[in-house]
């Protein structure tokens, strides 16, 4: 399964904590994009997608939601609900993001800028993808 749950190096004091992310060093590739997601649904799954070649660290800032992580032919399911965690991601995974708590915010760093021809988002295609990467070998 190519995913990692990180805990992250919290610098904390009287005031709060902080969390520095920093491409190449502790983020396992250069940061090309930023976005984050926010005003999600319990009821309202979102993702549902793998990346050809993308990597990504996804933060839960505030709220919590599970993944469901799926290599084509095991499946996991981690729960993302600390900013102190950061979940990587790396290529051809599929993934589901569900059960967002109410005011959940997402950030997530990208290896990629955005480009609709990286993804898959038909599951069957995915599965062909998979296969052919390992039978390629
Ligand atoms: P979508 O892939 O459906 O989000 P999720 O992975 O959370 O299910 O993206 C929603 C819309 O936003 C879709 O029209 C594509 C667009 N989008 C961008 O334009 N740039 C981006 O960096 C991302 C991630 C999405």
């Known amino acids: 399964m190519n995913y990692k749950l990180v805990d992250m190096k919290v610098f904390g004091d009287e005031r709060g904590k902080l969390v520095s992310l920093e491409g190449g060093k502790n983020v396992p590739f250069e940061i090309k994009r930023v976005y984050y997601i ?18 990504q660290i996804i933060v839960a800032m505030d709220g919590s939601c599970q993944f469901v992580l799926d290599d084509g032919n095991k499946q996991e399911k981690i729960w993302l609900n600390s900013p102190d965690k950061g979940l990587y991601i790396g290529k051809n995974m599929w993934r589901e993001m569900r059960h967002f708590s109410y005011g959940c915010k997402l950030m997530v760093l990208a290896s990629d800028y955005y480009d609709e021809k990286e993804y898959i988002r038909n599951y069957d295609e995915f599965l062909k993808e998979v296969n052919n990467d390992s039978s390629s070998i």
Do not use: I, S, V, Y
């Open 38 to 55: 926010f005003d999600t649904l319990p009821e309202q799954a979102r993702g549902m997608h793998a990346h050809k070649n993308m990597e």
